[in-house]
């Protein structure tokens, strides 16, 4: 998705405001703009429309149940697979909450390549707010997971590289791979996008075998809009098509 031109008092009034991924429980749809100054999350707003509170989501039995990771940069000692995620549009810590598309996929991937302790995720530290997703993806936010891949390639030379993400964290990854050179891009093994604004962009010199875009019919996000519905809100299901692709290019 390319730039929007909202008004700047509109913009202005965006600056503090984030929102997080909807849960698609409901039939629901409405410009993302509707949230401002509301003091609601996308989850709350939708949930308001259906007169519904939205339930917690059941974690118990998640080994990925946080919505913060930093094993790329905490000090945790290099792993075989090195996942980079960038989350949606202020879903919270640097993942999204456990039960969501990053932590769902962490899981799966986990799953298939021997467990976590072959899987190292760092989280992308961005604002995640909507004028950065107005503005076709944040620009810092690109920048930090454009030095995350070259990071972790010197730290962990022997690691596959996967970079992800979610709605604007799938924007940041189109920008962030659209500037590495082919020395820097043959260190990634795989990238995967879901519900990607940007899915008509290229991931710059990557080979479309090691990317996979999913985008489902009546996202309105992936259709370059800007209104949510309940199908840009459940790509969690889509963890087990992502972490075959991933495995396939990984092992």
């Known amino acids: 998705m390319k730039t929007c031109a909202p008004s700047l008092l509109a913009l202005a009034a965006l600056a503090s405001t984030t929102l997080a991924a909807p849960t698609p429980a409901q039939d629901y749809s409405f410009p993302i703009t509707d949230i401002i100054d509301t ?18 989501r059941d974690l118990a039995k998640r080994q990925y ?17 090195s996942l980079i995620w ?12 456990a039960g969501t598309e990053g932590p769902v996929f962490f899981n799966a ?4 390549v021997g467990g976590t302790g072959q899987l190292a995720i760092q989280g992308v530290n961005y604002a995640a707010n909507v004028i950065g997703f107005l ?20 730290r962990c030379p022997n690691t596959k590289i996967v970079v992800s993400g979610y709605s604007q964290g799938a924007q940041l990854v189109h920008t962030a791979t659209q500037r590495l050179t082919a020395a820097q891009a043959a260190r990634v093994s ?10 008509d962009e290229s991931f710059g010199v990557l080979p479309a075998s090691k990317t996979l875009i999913i985008c489902h019919e009546g996202d309105n996000i992936c259709d370059n809009g800007i209104i949510i519905t309940p199908q840009h809100g459940n790509y969690e299901q889509d963890a087990p098509q992502a972490a075959d692709f991933v495995a396939a290019r990984v092992l």
């Open 39 to 56: 003091g609601l999350t996308v989850d709350e707003y939708a949930a308001k429309l259906v007169n519904e509170g939205v339930e917690a």
């Open 135 to 154: 503005a076709g993806g944040d620009a810092a936010g690109a920048t930090s997971m454009f030095n995350l891949i070259n990071q972790t390639a010197s």
């Open 109 to 112: 991937v986990a799953a298939r």
């Open 65 to 81: 149940n946080s919505d913060t990771y930093n094993q790329l940069t905490d000090g945790t000692a290099c792993r075989p697979i």
């Open 86 to 97: 960038a989350r949606g549009t202020s879903s919270p810590g640097n993942v999204g909450a």
């Open 190 to 199: 795989a990238v995967v996008t879901f519900g990607d604004a940007d899915r």
